[in-house]
């Protein structure tokens, strides 16, 4: 049975969609089969793999709406082991619509397991909102434990109580097995003694819950999302790629705490 991890951000503008494509392409480089979900209406996902000339006739709302097949919503990519499901055509009703119901919490959630598709891939990502409604809410929900994306400044580093209590009350009303596996810190330059210090405050206050891999600023990974490719398969050997590369592991290393944790 596959992860389900939800990429969140209170703060739009902090490359949480950039994430999710490269981190699903460090995952598909060593042989892992990868599912990325886009639940942000503006379907930067879907444009960033590279799929921007194909037309969307559904998506990850119509799951929230209604039953749909796998088949129906799942589409390839140009890239080995990366699948992918498009928040589809959106409209302002319709993504009111979904905020307004909060019934589809577990939709999401019953959908990814009664259709067998959890049991498909070996990581499921999901790129969510900045806003914290009912459609994030779903994604955290059908997640076995999330991932918040910060910059290593201070308006984003503020942002972080605030996800802290959402996450809290979803915990406590919804899903009492829900975990944070770790803080990305993303677009780092370790030059600039205001993201040096930032950065050493995030890691202070929330101990041991960062990942001690940082992706750097690095031109190479906005130009691969120009080119609607990951950085890894645009420039394989850049420092951008290795990050991707090395945060992958640092993933499945903490994982493995977690499982054996979990088991005594």
């Known amino acids: 049975m596959g992860k389900i991890y939800a990429i969140l951000s209170k703060k739009g503008g902090v490359g949480k969609t950039t994430v999710v494509i490269n ?25 960033g793999i590279g799929l921007y000339k194909e037309k969307l006739e559904s998506g990850s709302f ?12 799942i589409k390839k990519t ?29 939709r999401l959630k019953n959908w990814f397991e009664y259709t067998g598709v ?5 990581y499921i990502l999901i790129d969510t909102p900045p806003t914290f409604n009912s459609i994030t809410g779903s994604a955290v ?6 991932m918040i994306t910060v910059q290593s400044e201070p308006l984003a580093y503020r942002t972080l109580p605030a996800v802290f209590v959402f996450l ?22 370790g030059r600039e003694e205001l993201m040096v210090q930032t950065a050493r405050v995030l890691e202070q206050k929330y101990k041991n819950i960062p990942f001690k891999t940082k992706i750097p600023k690095d031109l190479n990974i906005a130009e691969a999302l120009a080119y609607g490719k990951p950085v890894i398969y645009h420039e394989p050997g850049s420092a951008g790629a290795r ?7 640092e993933i499945k290393a903490r994982e493995a705490v977690l499982e054996q944790v979990i088991k005594k």
């Open 118 to 122: 959890k049991d498909r891939y070996d």
């Open 168 to 189: 809290k009350d979803i915990k406590e009303k919804l899903k009492p097995t829900l975990r944070v596996l770790g803080i990305i810190i993303n677009m780092y330059d």
């Open 243 to 249: 990050a991707f590369r090395l945060l992958a592991k």
């Open 141 to 146: 929900v059908a997640s076995d434990a999330v």
């Open 23 to 47: 981190l699903g392409a460090a995952f598909a480089e060593s042989g892992d089969k990868v599912l990325l979900v886009d639940l942000d209406p503006q379907n930067s996902l879907y444009l």
């Open 78 to 106: 140009p890239f080995q082991n990366i699948d992918i499901i498009p928040s589809g055509p959106v409209n302002p009703y319709l993504e009111w619509k979904i905020s307004s119901v909060s019934k589809n919490l577990d």
């Open 62 to 73: 119509n799951i929230l709406l209604k039953n749909v097949r796998p088949e129906d919503v």
